[in-house]
């Protein structure tokens, strides 16, 4: 779709929207939203300049790439009975059509305020407000549990899925790309053997966390991104935004990064009467970086095979070993033993291959986000990250790979090259051959993950956590 084209159906589209609307001033991707694109639309009407924002499938696409997703016209109705329902959102001003050509998506009302979680978290503007917002989650999260899918219409809209179908489900998903990832094997065995017990399915988000969240100094205005809810198990909204991937490095403030876990609850409970159990909240948030481990594995895939093959995707797909590493503190904390760098190999002195890479990871992150403002200087940080962990790859890697190799021969008690043993090991943890308490199994993927989270993020807070643990 090229970029005249489009700014001519999303006029044509805006002028259908407003009876007086004059003309489109700018449309302009904002960064970030690997998923789901994000624009911002300045236009005028009435004599007024004004702003809305539009949500569209990655690449413009009609097909839903995920039939098991409600989609994006489904992701707007969800906006609207929630809104109903006193959660705060946008209004919506139009879901997108085949005639629109502009691809699924829908156009609604811009609402200001900070949306990136980190700066939620740093933010002096929002200094005096942070406090607030576990009890303000807690309190919005007992109202969008509280809609009632078979009055509101969205039993026939959503997918309901119980808490083993949902684990079976995502380590099917994580098969299906052919990586072995022993520690993903060694999570969903913990969670099918530790299920709570199922109630009533409710409305679920399903991605309620810090950076879907709106902020102003008087508090949340918008709860974003829709696009994974379903009816299942309340509390897993709960211990989503718990998650440590969604703290930003704040790990003494479980709830986001800005609050505590029974500031939570207690919101949830004045709202809804109801008290969860925190032991409950705690398996949400294993299966939440479990779920989003296979979701960073999941942008790889898409790269590969999807219509979006920006930088970003692949970069993403490198932090699986993060939730990974959450998972080894929550579930097999203990003592970690990392390899040391050794100089990169290189068949060239003139200059190295280490060289290479750090010249064009510089450019990048120097002189191309000099000159570059926007989503362009985003990716520009992005490509340079991603060849900072191909420089860590190269000193740390081939240790790594060495001691990991050592440690299966000793686990399994046979010989093998790492890969077909990693292979063995998934696949006896599949078949329940192996159990969790394997005498050696916990120590060998603690030491797998976290070593390779120093490759793929060694400023990711799980690394000190883990090194936290004495020997």
């Given at each position: ?19 007086d ?38 690449g ?17 109705r ?8 006193g ?37 002096p ?9 576990a ?20 039993k ?19 098969q ?20 709570p ?11 309620f ?6 902020v ?10 829709w ?24 790990t ?50 898409h790269?590969?095979n ?20 959450d998972?080894?503190?929550l ?27 750090t ?11 000099a ?5 362009d ?26 001691a ?5 021969r000793?686990?399994?008690?046979c ?38 989270l ?17 020997n």
């Open positions: 779709m090229n970029t005249l084209g489009f700014e001519e159906n999303l006029t044509r589209v805006l002028s259908s929207c407003f009876d609307f004059d003309a489109l001033h700018a449309v302009d991707r904002l960064s970030g939203g690997a998923s789901q694109e994000t624009y911002k639309i300045k236009f005028s009407k009435g004599g007024k300049v004004c702003t809305a924002a539009m949500r569209r499938a990655a413009g696409v009609y097909e839903n790439p995920d039939p098991a997703r409600p989609g994006l016209a489904v992701e707007a969800l906006m609207q009975i929630a809104r109903q329902a959660v705060p959102e946008p209004a919506i001003y139009r879901v997108l059509t085949l005639e629109d050509n502009l691809g699924a998506g829908f156009i609604m009302e811009w609402l200001d305020g900070e949306a990136l979680g980190s700066r939620i978290l740093r933010s503007e929002l200094e005096a407000i942070r406090p607030s917002l009890r303000e989650c807690g309190q919005i999260l007992a109202r969008i549990h509280g809609i009632d899918p078979v009055e509101s219409g969205l026939k809209l959503l997918s309901t899925m119980t808490t083993e179908a949902f684990i079976q489900k995502m380590w099917e998903q994580y299906g790309y052919e990586t072995p990832q022993p520690m993903i094997d060694y999570i969903a065995r913990w969670l099918l053997a530790h299920i017990p199922e109630g009533e399915a409710r409305l679920v988000h399903n991605d966390r810090n950076g879907n969240l709106m102003t100094p008087g508090g949340i205005n918008a709860v974003l991104d696009e994974v809810a379903q009816l299942g198990d309340p509390v897993r909204d709960i211990g989503w935004i718990c998650t440590n991937s969604w703290r930003f490095g704040r003494d403030m479980r709830v986001g990064g800005f609050g505590h876990l029974d500031d939570l609850l207690d919101g949830y409970e004045a709202e809804s009467g109801i008290r969860i159990d925190p032991e409950h909240v705690h398996f949400w948030e294993v299966f939440g970086s479990f779920w989003w481990a296979v979701g960073c594995l999941k942008m790889a895939d790269w590969r999807g219509p979006d093959r920006t930088v970003e995707r692949p970069a993403v797909a490198r932090r699986s070993s993060e939730c990974q590493a998972c080894v503190n579930l097999i904390p203990g003592p970690v033993e990392l390899v040391e760098e050794a100089d990169p190999l290189s068949s060239l002195d003139t200059p190295r291959v280490d060289e290479l890479l010249s064009v990871r510089d450019f990048l992150r120097e002189d191309m986000r000159a570059t403002h926007g989503r200087n985003f990716m520009a940080l992005v490509a340079s990250n991603s060849l900072d962990i191909v420089l860590r790859e190269l000193s740390l890697s081939p240790q790594a790979l060495q990991e190799a050592d440690r299966l000793r686990l399994l008690g010989e093998g090259e790492v890969m077909a043993l990693r292979w063995k090991l998934a696949q006896a943890l599949r078949d329940g051959d192996l159990t969790l308490d394997h005498p050696g199994l916990a120590a060998h993927l603690r030491n797998t993950v976290i070593n390779q120093a490759i793929d993020q060694p400023r990711y807070s799980a690394l000190a956590t883990a090194l936290s643990f004495e």
